[in-house]
């Protein structure tokens, strides 16, 4: 049997075994990721239009949102849903109120898995990570949350640890409101 082909009634490749299975998959899970990427790269036959509380449009695609995201997919399924520009109504108005560094980063990680917060300087760091938390908290997006809540922890400073309290406060988000809490009262006791 040739290199690289399938033993009948087996899942493993033969003369490589479970490696040339382990590299076809990381293969196989990489061409997804360029697949998604470029989807988001691309605006053929994109089916919805969001925008930014600045103005700019966001042409996408529904396929990735709902996929994604409960909130989405509950609000696209429901009857006789009002849109905007392809939008379920709610999904528009609640969107609205973020500037477009912050949707285009929550898209893109939305599509891709990835997201380049740190490399972002347009907008203070605090804000901007707060910004997709909520994005991500109120679509039900955990990974996203988890990725913002990380980079939130890790970059408490005195100027934002009070913002990240109150964020955590409008969330009812515990964990995030008692790390916040304790960094204010460690800070507090140091001064």
């Known amino acids: 049997m040739p290199r690289g082909s399938i033993s009948p009634g087996t899942s493993k490749m033969c ?5 040339d299975v382990e590299r076809g998959r ?28 600045d103005g700019v449009a966001f042409k996408l695609h529904k396929l990735p949102l ?10 696209w399924k429901t009857p006789e849903v009002e849109l ?17 560094v912050a949707l285009k980063n929550f ?9 380049d917060i740190i490399k972002d ?13 909520s994005l991500a908290h109120h679509f039900q997006v955990q990974d996203i949350m988890d990725m913002s809540y990380f980079l939130m922890k890790n970059r ?6 009070v913002e990240i309290y109150l964020l955590a406060v409008e969330v009812k988000d515990e964990t995030l409101r008692s790390d916040a809490e304790r960094y ?5 006791q140091d001064a």
Not at 26 to 53: E, I, P, Y
Not at 121 to 133: E, G, L, M, V
Request: aromatic share 12%; glycine share 6%.
């Open 121 to 133: 300087r347009r907008t203070a760091f605090h804000h901007f990570c707060t910004d997709i938390y």
């Open 84 to 100: 905007v520009d392809g939008a379920p109504l709610e999904v528009a108005q609640f969107v609205r109120q973020f500037p477009f």
């Open 184 to 188: 204010i009262v460690s800070r507090r």
């Open 26 to 53: 990381q293969r196989c899970q990489k061409n997804a990721g360029l697949m998604w990427n470029s989807l988001w790269c691309s605006k053929d036959f994109s089916d919805v239009t969001l925008h930014s509380s």
């Open 107 to 115: 898209f893109y990680a939305l599509y891709t898995g990835s997201c």
């Open 156 to 161: 408490k400073l005195p100027s934002n640890a």
């Open 66 to 75: 709902v996929a994604r995201s409960p909130v989405m997919s509950e609000a």
């Open 15 to 19: 003369d490589g075994g479970d490696s």
